[in-house]
């Protein structure tokens, strides 16, 4: 089952405008990382925030986290065509498995950056 | 380094055929991980091995069997395929099991059963 939904399903800006994308999750987590992924392309990895911190930065991209709201948001700034892509939020399945902790995906936000 | 790599790149079988799924990883990564993604759903894990020598079940394990072959190596069998099967799968893996290590994705293998 989906542990972490994002949302909006899909989200269409011109260039430079700033795109945010927000991601829920349904248990406590240990931390929330996100993905991008290119039209038929494997996912890459962009940032991982952990479950004591409030925000993170990496070049264009913001992340916060809100555990007592269950809720992430993924801020890319100034956008660019090259950002069209979908962008998944993944956490971790505590209720798996006690030891390791594979990471659950959501379904995504197909990101549109028009030039 | 080539990363995360899978073959073959596309497949079509019928109904009841079997094949082998290939993934390879040349980063020394101890844990590996299977994924299919279908259409509105994201990536679902079908089996993973935190290290060699281990498999665990994943979120969606039926009809699918998997080989952790060595440390590079991990392989995923559909013994008789179904339609519901057809899907793009994702190789992935990551230094260790944690949930804090990032993980690396292959290109992908498009499956259609027919």
């Known amino acids: 089952s989906q542990q972490g939904e994002e949302d909006p399903q899909a989200l269409s800006i011109q260039e430079g405008e700033n795109a945010t994308m927000n991601c829920s999750y349904k248990?406590?987590?240990?931390?929330l990382q996100w993905y991008r992924q290119n039209s038929g392309r494997g996912l890459v990895h962009l940032i991982l925030i952990r479950s004591n911190e409030r925000e993170k930065h990496s070049g264009r991209l913001r992340v916060t986290l809100d555990t007592s709201k269950k809720s992430s948001s993924l801020l890319i700034t100034a956008s660019r065509a090259a950002d069209t892509a979908s962008y998944f939020c993944a956490t971790d399945a505590r209720s798996w498995n006690s030891g390791n902790t594979p990471l659950v995906f959501g379904k995504g936000t197909r990101l549109s950056v028009i030039a | 380094n080539a990363g995360v790599t899978q073959t073959p790149k596309f497949q079509v079988l019928k109904t009841g055929q079997s094949m082998t799924l290939q993934c390879a990883q040349d980063m020394n990564h101890n844990s590996m991980y299977w994924y299919r993604q279908d259409p509105g759903m994201g990536l679902r894990l079908i089996y993973y091995?935190?290290?060699?020598?281990?498999?665990d079940k994943g979120e969606v394990p039926n009809g699918y069997n998997v080989s952790r072959l060595n440390k590079r190596e991990f392989s995923l069998r559909l013994e008789s395929a179904a339609p519901s099967q057809t899907s793009v799968y994702f190789c992935?893996?990551?230094?260790?099991?944690?949930?804090?290590?990032?993980?690396?994705f292959g290109p992908g293998t498009r499956l259609t059963v027919l």
């Open positions: 248990t406590s987590i240990n931390n």
């Open positions: 091995s935190a290290s060699e020598g281990t498999t």
């Open positions: 992935a893996s990551s230094e260790g099991p944690s949930s804090y290590n990032e993980q690396f």
